[in-house]
């Protein structure tokens, strides 16, 4: 059975840090491409960050760049978000996603997804 679990949400200050982890199992997913996506309450799941199965491409949405490092250890089928200088408008459920490509997870966004974790909820208080 494949799943991606995800680990690491939490109540942060506004300033402070998270880091999410995504542990895969059931199959392995060093050839896929991987992401972040976040939903707040009454709004669309949207991409927060993705990244080729080498690594070597990665995305982020323009109001979490300079903030947010997305990586990956193919090794031990993990994904990670590091989460620096939060702030209350990150707030959300934060979901793991796997995709086929690079390019489907980027170009299609939630619909280029073949599997979903359950999601992590962040809390940013001011």
């Known amino acids: 059975q494949v799943q991606l679990v995800e680990s690491g949400g939490g109540l942060v200050q506004a300033g402070g840090s998270l880091r999410l982890s995504c542990a895969a199992s059931?199959?392995?997913?060093?050839?896929?491409?991987m992401g972040w996506f976040r939903q707040a309450p009454g709004k669309e799941r949207e991409l927060v960050a993705a990244?080729?199965?080498?690594?070597?491409?990665?995305y982020y949405l323009d109001s979490v760049k300079g903030r947010f490092t997305i990586s990956r250890d193919n090794a031990k089928n993990t994904l990670f978000l590091q989460m620096n200088s939060l702030k209350p408008e990150d707030a959300a459920a934060y979901y793991c996603?796997?995709?086929?490509?690079?390019?489907?997870?980027?170009?299609?966004?939630?619909?280029?997804?073949?599997?979903w974790g359950q999601g992590t909820q962040v809390t940013v208080s001011s």
């Open positions: 996603a796997a995709s086929p490509s690079y390019q489907s997870i980027v170009t299609r966004k939630k619909e280029g997804v073949d599997y």
């Open positions: 990244i080729s199965w080498s690594g070597v491409r990665i």
């Open positions: 059931g199959r392995t997913f060093s050839r896929d491409a």
